[in-house]
């Protein structure tokens, strides 16, 4: 009975060629022409997603549901507070209710596949705290309800939230929280029949509706707000609310949310104040580019294809294919990352694509999947998947380690070990301030199997390869479908078809396998961006019951339409050579290198599997197609992950010599430690030479403090030295022990006046005498005069042990001294093992 519901429930997450019903009976209009086969519906059987699913249940939502614990504490303070229970006030912030939400978006799709009844106890307690801390008009966001962000406004560089409900939606991110909220409770009402969570999403939505497009009573004096957020988010949560409920109150206000976007209100500021940033400089059916902030962008073409899908209009296509191809063509890094520059988390101008200081937030990988794979969706074009693909196996598999509780946030493309806020020498991080990257990866690695198939009334997509088996139901059969391969490590692709008959007579429709770009030749991924360097990609073949067929190819797809008996075997061989990519030549960054991939994957080399920092090598020229050899890994965090070693040149002062370079994918890296990774690789020996006997350099010229404990030393704090530990004894370090309760500072002048990109502080904490500060903050020198370090409009001065609390200006800032102030608490001194200023400056 279970199963039933849930098939039903996962269909009306995607209702397609088939109309969808609400549990009401209640019939929906038609949605995407290709409706995908649910993900608790492909039963997943192969060694490279289903470990993953395995710890994404075991480790990933258990470990992510206890990190966000502080926000459901907030939500229980604010539910105290809206119910007149004294006790200890919220903290106040902008958005960490929304990482609490997605955690348990994922938790939810977790129940889909494996029921867990303590998981879903734990969920139904937090969701009766959230439904505790929501006002009787359906309110819910914890500093304004409660009152405690008129008290901190100060400390919220780059904007803040506002006085009071909705006067600052810019940046409140009120709501984008709940936008995340609708989200996870469709899902958790999906898994379970469980009303509470959706009804307490509806109330919220109601509420929005009535002050944003009516006018209520008490918000924004009486009249509509009439602005679209500052951060999207809402406009995909009522669809899914609109899918689930059928009431089409919430399609239609995703719709207006789309609608006045650019018109209604366009901020004329500079950088998170500017109209680009939040995607607002103009209409969405105008916009031609991708600008500003990655995340909000993809977000919005996500739900701007999902609009049109449900209004069934082409209202938004014209914009969807100019800025699709202005990303592809233009601004996507090769492991399909956006958002390449710092400072806006966000696109830069065309072909400006750096390695060492790409930004790609692991959030902008997750919302590009979502976005293609809608478009996939719209068009039946497998371009949309290839990009998809790549984003997924890629950029957004590298934001988690493989033992699910380790993050990126940044990817970079390289690293080279000689600055420890790049975290290819801090490493990955157990968790962030702003947390929505690992909670992201929390929803979208159950997900992954629902975007394998997809079918029409007579067709099967089938988009995605791994070992699986599924039911397909055509309108006049159902087929069932068993699939064999070692993809992405190997290129063969087994299918049994199986139509479901009672009699032997033959079902005729059409199976449409997908043929990637990079299996075709000529580019790894769609777009202008990138090619082979080599001719020729190797054979494909697709056999039916051992027998070629012959087959053209059609938006991507190699069709076999034939009657079809139980049994039928499908061979789809893909070429797996390894192959070279060169970027094209206004890609400044990558001139002169180039790039290794092998089917779907993008390889890196780093320094666990080679003699020399990565840095040190360069191939030749004109290298020749494919590996000297492919080994599979057998023991360590990287088992089962297949290495390849290519030709290479090793270069150092002392000459050139012909060498080896051994490469795992990009996705596996920073899983055995800290050390060098390079992705372009030189392919001439002058370009591997400007890296060759480069020492690390923090550009600073003295750094001094308030007081030093007697066997502490202040250059400890600059050394480059790092432990794995906040309590790690063993490293020197800067300490004002005993100096218990009194504020300290540390002060560092820089060699010359510098444009900053962040600060990174890596506390001491022995548990005894010196302990994490109570708070601290960060002030700028400019022509002798100290200014507040206004914060980056999502950061905050965090306190986490373990890893680099880094926060970002708000705005350009430009200066000659840092110093960090430090607030003890009452019992303790405060310790520094390391701090880090990261610059703007030009890569080599």
């Known amino acids: 009975m279970k199963k039933t519901f849930l098939t039903l429930w996962a269909l009306v997450a995607f209702a397609g060629a088939v109309s969808a019903q609400t549990k009401s009976g209640k019939e929906l209009p038609k949605d995407y022409p290709i409706v995908p086969v649910p993900f608790n519906e492909v039963r997943l059987q192969d060694d490279f997603w289903l470990p993953r699913l395995k710890t994404q249940a075991k480790t990933l939502v258990p470990f992510a549901l206890g990190k966000t614990e502080k926000a459901v504490e907030n939500l229980r303070r604010a539910g105290d507070y809206l119910h007149g229970v004294k006790g200890e006030m919220p903290f106040p912030h902008r958005f960490i209710s929304s990482d609490l939400y997605k955690v348990m978006e994922g938790a939810a799709y977790i129940l889909m596949v494996e029921e867990d009844p303590a998981l879903e106890e734990r969920l139904d307690k937090i969701i009766d705290v959230i439904g505790r801390a929501q006002k009787e008009d359906g309110y819910l966001y914890v500093a304004h309800a409660t009152g ?22 810019l940046h409140s991110h009120e709501l984008y929280n709940i936008g995340h909220m609708y989200e996870a409770a469709v899902a958790y009402y999906q898994a379970t029949g469980k009303r509470k969570f959706l009804d307490i999403a509806e109330k919220s939505a109601q509420h929005v509706n009535r002050v944003f497009f009516e006018g209520e009573k008490g918000y924004n004096g009486g009249k509509p707000v009439n602005q679209a957020p500052g951060h999207q988010e809402i406009e995909l949560g009522l669809v899914k609310l609109y899918r689930a409920t059928g009431n089409k109150l919430y399609l239609e206000m995703s719709r207006k949310f789309l609608d006045v976007r650019g018109i209604t209100y366009k901020p004329d500021g500079e950088r998170v104040m500017s109209g680009s940033y939040a995607q607002q400089h103009a209409p969405v059916a105008d916009q031609s580019e991708a600008v500003g902030h990655a995340v909000r962008a993809a977000y ?6 999902d609009n049109m899908a449900l209004h069934e209009d082409d209202a938004f296509m014209g914009a969807l294919d100019r800025i699709w191809h202005d990303i592809a063509d233009t601004r996507m890094h090769i492991t399909g990352g956006l958002g390449a520059v710092h400072g806006i988390e966000g696109f830069g101008p065309q072909y400006v694509l750096p390695n060492k200081s790409a930004y790609n937030e692991t959030c902008a990988a997750v919302a590009n999947v979502f976005f293609n794979f809608r478009m996939f969706l719209l068009t039946k074009d497998a371009k949309y998947m290839d990009v998809a693909e790549v984003s997924l196996y890629n950029n957004a598999l590298a934001g988690v380690n ?15 070990g000689d600055k420890h806020f790049n975290q290819g020498s801090a490493g990955r991080s157990p968790w962030f301030g702003t947390a929505c990257c690992p909670s992201n ?27 699986n088996e599924t039911t397909v139901e055509l309108k006049k059969t159902a087929v069932k479908l068993r699939q ?45 961006l990138y090619s082979y360097v080599n001719d020729g990609a190797g054979e494909w073949s697709l056999k039916v ?54 089917g779907p994957l993008v390889y890196c080399a780093e320094g666990a599997d080679n003699e020399k920092a990565v840095q040190a090598y360069a191939f030749g020229k004109r290298p020749d197609k494919g590996a000297k050899k492919s080994e599979t890994i057998n023991e360590g965090p990287l088992r ?61 010229k003295t750094i001094k403090a308030s007081y030093t404990h007697s066997h502490d030393a202040v250059y400890a704090a600059i050394d480059g030295k790092i432990g794995e530990k906040s309590s790690d004894e063993s490293i020197s370090r800067w300490t004002s022990w005993n ?15 510098r444009e900053i990109r962040s600060v990174g502080v890596f506390w001491f904490d022995d548990a005894k005498g010196v302990r994490l500060p109570a708070e601290w903050s960060v002030e700028y020198r400019v022509n002798g005069e100290w200014k507040p370090f206004k914060l980056y409009v999502t950061d905050a001065y965090n306190l986490f042990k373990d890893q680099y609390n880094i926060v970002h200006p708000a705005n350009r800032l430009k200066c000659d001294a840092i110093r960090i102030n430090m607030t003890p608490r009452k019992d303790s001194a405060v310790g520094v093992l390391e701090v880090d200023i990261d610059y703007e400056e030009k890569e080599l």
């Open 441 to 467: 990866i929390a929803r979208l690695m159950p997900q992954v199997s629902g975007y394998m198939y997809s079918h029409t009334d007579d067709e099967i997509y089938v988009s995605l390869y791994a070992a």
């Open 484 to 528: 064999e391969t070692r993809y992405p490590f190997g290129g063969q692709v087994n299918i049994t078809v199986t139509p479901e008959t009672k009699s032997k007579k033959k079902r005729t429709f059409a199976m449409k396998f997908r043929l990637p770009t990079w299996a075709r030749g000529e580019r790894f991924v769609p777009g202008e």
């Open 402 to 416: 493989m033992d699910g509780n380790r993050f990126f946030y940044v990817n970079p493309l390289e690293a080279t």
């Open 545 to 598: 019951n051992g027998k070629k067929v012959e087959s053209g190819i059609e938006n991507g797809f190699v069709t076999v339409r034939r009657a079809w008996k139980a049994g039928d075997k499908v061979t789809f061989e893909l070429p797996m050579e390894a192959r070279y990519t060169k970027a094209i030549e206004k890609v400044e960054a990558d001139r002169d290198r180039l790039a290794v991939t092998r």
């Open 739 to 753: 100096k218990k309760g009194q504020k300290q500072w540390l002060e560092l002048e820089l060699e010359k006046s």
């Open 300 to 305: 919005m073409y996500a739900a701007m294809a």
């Open 640 to 700: 089962n992950v297949e290495r390849i070693t290519v030709p290479a040149r090793q270069i150092s002062a002392d000459g050139v010599t012909a060498s080896e370079l051994n490469m795992v994918p990009y996705y596996a890296w920073n899983n055995r430690g800290k050390g060098s990774m390079i992705v372009w690789v030189p392919n001439k020996d002058e370009v591997a030479m400007r890296f060759v006997g480069k020492n690390p350099e923090k550009g600073i």
């Open 148 to 169: 405690v962000s008129k008290h901190y406004r100060d400390k919220w560089g780059g904007g803040g939230m506002g006085d009071k409900p909705y006067s600052f939606v």
